[in-house]
């Protein structure tokens, strides 16, 4: 059976009726590099290979990690990184705008039929836009930024099909909890996930690109959603061009029906992911009155516009409770801006925030401000593993913005609704 991930291969291979397992050369559109992965990585391989990027207009390269760059050691990463843009003549350089995989879409880079990588594991976001974007690693990206050509074995296609409409405030970080707790972190056997159903259709783009990014904790290699025309008019609102057959792309299917499995959103509840894995997810009222320390609201997944909008829906004419820090790290800067313009940064430094740069920050580690021995965290980020944020003994929760700014208010993990008068 042709499925979405079939067709978009077939695409960038040149290969008409593919099968799952075939192993193919395709053409890439676009690759995709931040300062951690990239030139850092890449130059020296490039370097003895005595080659120059294939095409400087299908690359990508963001400073995301990185920043701010507040020691020697990350200031020669980024001056390498830039003399590395400078010398390949590339013009798609994003310096300190935010997240790799916020600012891609938001400057038209993704759209339907692509075929891209990233030198990130979250890079499957991409495939919220009808495009096949997955992550590789620093010698694979090597070879692409030599040649444009990538091999790919075809994926099976599992079908996540979501019926009905959420709740209020329920969101797709709920929606990808309790899927990451009904097949687990390895349920998706690294082929392609793809979601579908009239939930999906009703998201926004930014909530769909959640289910998309997190479809890494899946364990999938892509994570897609068949483009529409909310995807069209997203992209043409960021400058991007839309295929004239994107309709061809408006694929929803598995290989079998043993590859589809049905979730009600009607019925879904706000979810909190106990420490150390998105999969130990249930209820956030079964964690009820558990206390923390600092709530997060950051990284690609949960810090875009929608995000800060939503966190700012709970704590307008509130504050946070005296013994939990609320720090917010906006996904990009286009989004803080926005979001600054619309009065939503005002409601979150009036409920106490703390404001921290536009980049990957405490969910990946980096920078100075990360979580400190001991201290417990509800995280509004797409993984909660041991160690990941700060030192070893700190634990994660992983939550929806709305279920951390409401448990922010009350100073212990609680179900958004109780606070906002829906439970």
């Known amino acids: 059976m042709d499925t979405l991930a079939k067709a978009l291969i077939s695409r960038a291979s040149g290969q008409s009726k593919l099968r799952v397992d075939d192993v193919v050369i395709c053409e890439v559109d676009l690759a995709m590099i931040h300062d ?33 760059a507040d020691n020697a050691e990350t200031q020669a990463i980024q001056a390498l990184t830039k003399q590395w843009v400078q010398d390949q003549s590339i013009d798609k350089f994003y310096d300190e705008q935010g997240i ?11 759209g339907p039929g692509l075929f891209c990588v990233g030198g990130d594991s979250h890079s499957p976001t991409g495939g919220a836009f009808g495009a096949y974007m997955f992550g590789i690693g620093a010698t694979e990206m090597a070879g692409v930024l030599a040649t444009g050509e990538i091999w790919i074995k075809v994926p099976e296609t599992i079908l996540m099909s979501w019926r009905n409409q959420l709740s209020a405030y329920v969101t797709a970080k709920d929606m990808m909890l309790a899927m990451c707790r009904k097949i687990g972190m390895g349920g998706g056997r690294y082929q ?13 783009m930014q909530e769909r690109m959640t289910l998309s990014n997190m479809a890494a904790e899946l364990g999938a290699q892509a994570g897609l959603i068949a483009p529409d025309e909310a995807t069209v008019a997203f992209v043409q609102a960021a400058g991007g061009t839309v295929p004239a057959n994107w309709r061809d ?15 009600d959103a009607a ?19 079964a964690f009820r009155n558990i206390s923390f320390d600092v709530a997060y609201i950051g990284a690609c997944t949960g810090a875009k516009y929608v995000d800060l909008a939503a966190a700012a ?31 939503i940064m005002q409601i979150l430094q009036d409920a106490g925030a703390e404001f921290l740069a536009n980049s990957c920050g405490i969910c990946a580690g980096y920078g100075e401000d990360r979580l400190a ?11 909660n593993f041991k160690g990941r944020m700060g030192a070893p003994s700190s634990q994660v929760y992983l939550a929806s913005p709305y ?16 606070v906002m008068g829906g439970g």
Not at 324 to 340: F, G, M
Not at 373 to 383: I, K, P
């Open 403 to 418: 279920t951390v700014a409401a448990s922010a208010v009350t100073g212990r993990l609680s179900d958004p609704r109780q």
């Open 267 to 285: 019925s879904l509840e706000p979810q909190i992911a106990a420490p150390h894995s998105p999969e130990n997810a249930d209820a956030a009222d």
């Open 249 to 263: 792309f408006q694929i929803e299917a598995a290989e079998s029906a043993e590859n589809v499995m049905q979730f």
């Open 100 to 110: 790799c995989h916020v600012v891609l879409p938001e400057r038209g880079h993704l």
């Open 192 to 204: 392609a996930i793809q979601y579908a159903g009239q939930t999906i259709q009703a998201l926004s």
């Open 373 to 383: 021995e001991n201290q417990v965290c509800l995280s509004s980020t797409a993984r």
């Open 36 to 68: 951690s992965g990239g030139p850092r990585r890449v130059k020296p391989i490039l370097d003895r290979l005595q080659r120059q990027v294939w095409d400087k207009d299908k690359i990508v390269v963001v400073t995301d990690h990185y920043v701010p």
């Open 313 to 343: 829906e709970v704590l307008k004419g509130r504050r946070i409770a005296k013994n939990v820090t609320l720090k917010v790290a906006p996904a990009s800067l286009r989004d803080q801006n926005r979001a600054a313009q619309d009065g």
